[in-house]
């Protein structure tokens, strides 16, 4: 079977009988197309589910786009095709899709694994078009403003999605992101009750974060940035040298 994320994806099938799941469609169909890598097959079938008005409001289908999509950017066949060189953009946008169906979260804790990966990939992709400067803000913006559309419980994106917005020039929208940002950090229970992924990218947000506040004069904003991370990462060496930078 295809990669970890998919036994999720059987249990959620398993219990298809019980609570709201019953008056869903199981779409075990994509699941079967989505385990033989039949991606472009699954990804016309979900997205005639999303046109049709009898299974447009399901959250699955949506989530299936995202999830073909993903793997059919990390595949040298599909990044040569002229519709498919945005897939991994794509799978950010459909993952949202997803999210605004899935409001109440049905199904969103099923898919842990497939939420890492993705994650991994848009904050890795958002924080080098952040270093690389002005030049790549706007591309880095998106894919932290994606990160919070599907996963506005991810502190680490609002974080970033602030800097970004401070980047670009959207004061207002920097200060709600890191409203945001708080918000969600203390709605996790703190740092340690994150997720690996979401860990690694709240330790580069404020190292980032501290840089920033720093290059405003604002160096006793920095130094409460970085002691926000204390407990959690000083056992890390750039975060340690980071943190001391500004004792």
Do not use: H
């Given at each position: 079977m295809k990669r970890l994320f998919l036994v999720p994806v059987l249990a959620v099938l398993a219990f298809a009988g019980t609570g709201r799941a019953q008056d869903k469609k199981p779409y075990d169909d994509l699941l079967v197309k989505y385990v033989d890598e039949k991606y472009e097959e699954c990804l016309a079938k979900a997205e005639r589910y999303t046109m049709n008005d009898n299974t447009k409001r399901d959250p699955l289908?949506?989530?299936?786009?995202?999830?073909?999509?993903?793997?059919?950017s990390k595949i040298p066949k599909y990044q040569a095709m002229e519709e498919y060189k945005k897939a991994d953009r794509d799978a950010l946008k459909w993952a949202e899709k997803y999210r605004k169906k899935d409001k109440d979260k049905e199904f969103f804790n099923n898919y842990e694994d497939y939420w890492g990966e993705l994650n991994t990939m848009a904050q890795e992709s958002g924080l080098n078009e952040y270093d690389s400067g002005a030049k790549g803000m706007s591309k880095a913006r998106r894919y932290f403003d994606s990160m919070t559309g599907y996963y506005p419980e991810n502190p680490g994106?609002?974080?970033?999605?602030?800097?970004?917005?401070?980047g670009s020039n959207m004061a207002k929208e920097g200060d709600e992101a890191i409203s945001k940002y708080k918000a969600a950090l203390e709605a996790a229970g703190g740092i340690d009750r994150l997720p690996e992924d979401?860990?690694?990218?709240?330790?580069?947000?404020?190292?980032?974060?501290?840089?920033?506040?720093?290059?405003?004069?604002?160096?006793?904003?920095?130094?409460?940035?970085?002691?926000?991370?204390?407990?959690?990462?000083?056992?890390?060496?750039?975060?340690?040298?980071?943190?001391?930078?500004?004792?």
């Open positions: 289908p949506y989530l299936y786009m995202s999830m073909c999509l993903y793997e059919m994106a609002w974080l970033m999605l602030g800097l970004t917005n401070y979401q860990k690694k990218l709240m330790k580069a947000g404020l190292i980032r974060y501290a840089e920033y506040l720093d290059s405003k004069g604002d160096k006793s904003g920095a130094k409460a940035a970085m002691e926000t991370g204390k407990e959690a990462f000083m056992d890390d060496a750039e975060f340690k040298a980071a943190y001391e930078s500004y004792q």
